[in-house]
Nanobody, 126 residues
Framework: QVQLVESGGGLVQAGGSLRLSCATS????????MGWFRQAPGKERESVAA????????YYADSVKGRFTISRDNAKNTVYLQMNSLKPEDTAVYYC???????????????????WGQGTQVTVSS
């Protein structure tokens, strides 16, 4: 089992920044692929960013390219999402997810992930 705990959410004004963290525990492995997803009220969950096991490959949704950065520190079993130039439309519950395996590549769809955190609320005011 792998446990994921997100932190760093909160209320921020448009144009501001937040950094989300996702700490993993349990049967953790630096070989896992990790991703960030979000779900706004009344909308389906969508992929925001993803990173492969080493951090050498990343994926970003078009809506966040150039504003968000995903990274990982395998020594700390933690994945980060740096969010800059936040917009009201970024308001959502943000989830991190893990896809176990050996040296797993970037995974984009939610169906590729096995473990999920409980989510952290991000609210961007205009």
């Amino acid at each position: 089992q792998v446990q994921l705990v997100e932190s760093g959410g909160g209320l921020v004004q448009a144009g501001g920044s937040l950094r989300l963290s996702c700490a993993t525990s349990g049967r953790t492995s630096s070989s896992y692929a990790m991703g960030w997803f979000r779900q706004a009220p009344g909308k389906e969950r969508e992929s925001v960013a993803a990173i492969n096991w080493s951090g050498g490959s990343t994926y970003y949704a078009d809506s966040v390219k150039g504003r968000f950065t995903i990274s990982r520190d395998n020594a700390k079993n933690t994945v980060y999402l740096q969010m800059n130039s936040l917009k009201p439309e970024d308001t959502a519950v943000y989830y991190c997810a893990a896809r176990p395996g050996h040296k797993v590549g970037v995974a984009i769809t939610e169906y590729e992930y096995e473990y999920w955190g409980q989510g952290t609320q991000v609210t961007v005011s205009s």
